[in-house]
């Protein structure tokens, strides 16, 4: 029986196959999958945001080797910088004595 952590792992690679592939290339995200991703799995952030270029922004600087796609690697660091910012603003840092 899988581990929590080995399920979460699994349902981040199903997520992205859910996503690449719909047009091209299955490794990568383009960038219409990407919005549709968004706008989907992240639906509260992108509905939240009063630019409308914020997501073409995110792309270019999630897309570290500038080819258009987000690959798995690209991918996972849009999900970890998420991570950091939900431990960020959940965690309540003990005073230091």
């Known amino acids: 029986m899988p581990t929590e952590t080995e399920r979460c792992i699994e349902s981040l690679l199903a997520v ?5 592939g719909r047009e091209g290339d299955n490794c ?3 960038k219409r999958e990407f919005l549709a991703f968004m706008n ?4 509260a952030f992108t509905k939240n945001q009063k630019d409308p270029g914020v997501v073409d922004r995110m792309m270019k600087k999630l897309d570290l080797n500038s080819d258009g796609q987000l690959d798995f690697q690209e991918f996972l660091n849009l ?3 998420i991570a950091v910012a939900c431990h960020d603003a959940l965690v309540v840092k003990a005073p230091h004595p």
């Open 16 to 20: 992205f196959q859910r996503y690449a």
């Open 28 to 30: 990568k995200l383009s």
């Open 40 to 43: 989907t799995e992240l639906a």
């Open 79 to 81: 999900i970890g910088g």
